[in-house]
């Protein structure tokens, strides 16, 4: 199970590829995705993508959302790694569940 969470600002990817704040960092880039880690738990960010690989299956979509998006996967306890990059970008983390969410990512 994952869980997406978007910001309700807009930040700058180039600058998550080269987060580095309160022990979070990158852990690798991979198709031009970023891992964060705090060291034992990760969280995925993502540009603005327009195609899934599911199982070496591309999937397209249409996402009306044009910012960076960030996934936290089963297992994983984000906390720290959402503090630090809210504390950073001085944004806020919006998690799927939450009404403003669909605000952001829908025209």
């Known amino acids: 199970m994952s869980i997406d969470f978007v910001p309700n600002n807009n930040i700058s990817f ?3 590829k ?3 704040y309160k022990g979070v960092t990158v852990d690798m880039i991979e198709d031009g995705n970023v891992l964060l880690t705090d060291g034992t ?3 995925w960010a ?3 993508a327009e195609i899934e ?3 070496n299956l ?3 979509y249409s996402n009306p959302y044009e910012g960076v998006m960030f996934t936290r996967y089963a297992g994983n306890d984000p906390i720290k790694i959402i503090e630090a990059i809210e504390d950073f970008f001085n944004i806020r983390l919006i998690c799927e569940y939450e009404d403003e969410y669909g605000k952001i ?3």
């Open 14 to 16: 180039s600058e998550v």
């Open 18 to 20: 080269t987060f580095n």
């Open 41 to 43: 738990n990760l969280m």
């Open 46 to 48: 993502y540009p603005r």
């Open 53 to 55: 690989t599911y199982n």
């Open 58 to 60: 591309e999937f397209s």
């Open 105 to 107: 990512v829908s025209p």
